[in-house]
């Protein structure tokens, strides 16, 4: 089945200690991207990539580092959490050509405590 | 980046009856999508429509785009109570490496 993966999909941490939410895509798509959804401020884009080793910063990369060493794996690493970080995480991605339509993981509910 | 922004925030109808929400953009676009996204779970592409269509259909779902007033349209005809959801409209800015920009959303509950 072709799907979006995260893991975990909860997780209570605390401030400091460093954490990786993982994004798997088995579509063999060339973009990813990962988003945090917050009450009433909808979608924010955190980093996205284009392809293996290519990444770029979206509206709200502060705090938040990934890398994309494999097409199909695209981690999201909190190396200090905080509590404004506390938000519901989305990886998606995207196959190659002008649709742009993207794939939507079931989301990461992390809580920073 | 400039977002998105459905309208209105919130409706709420009766199942059978047709829900219309809105959305406009401040920015030229590349298309404009709309998205489904049930309590906490991830958003699902509903529809596609391109800055060169002005209607799309799907199913029970109807689409406009009016690239002159930056707006478009999401009709539902018949409701049913599945089709209980927050809806998203993101688009693409005209030179864009496909960044997705989104609203708050509208959301939507159908009442049996």
Redesign the interface.
Known sequence: EAQ?TQNPRYLITVTGKKLTVTCSQNMNHE?M?W?RQDP??????IY?S?NVEVT?K??VPEGYKVSRKEKRNFPLILESPSPNQTS?Y?C?S?PPGP?????????T?LTVL | ?Q?GEEDPQALSIQEGENATMNCSYKTSI??L?W?RQNS??????LI?IRSNEREKHSGRLRVTLDTSKKSSSLLITASRAADTASY?C?F?SSGS????T????TQLTVLP
């Open positions: 979006v973009y991207s988003y009433g401020l909808g979608l924010r884009q996205y284009m770029d979206g509206d519901l989305f998606a995207s649709t742009d339509t993207q794939y939507f993981g079931p989301g509910r | 980046s977002q590349n298309n999508q998205y906490g779970r991830g958003l699902v592409h596609l998203f993101p693409i490496a496909r960044q997705l989104f609203g708050s959303g």
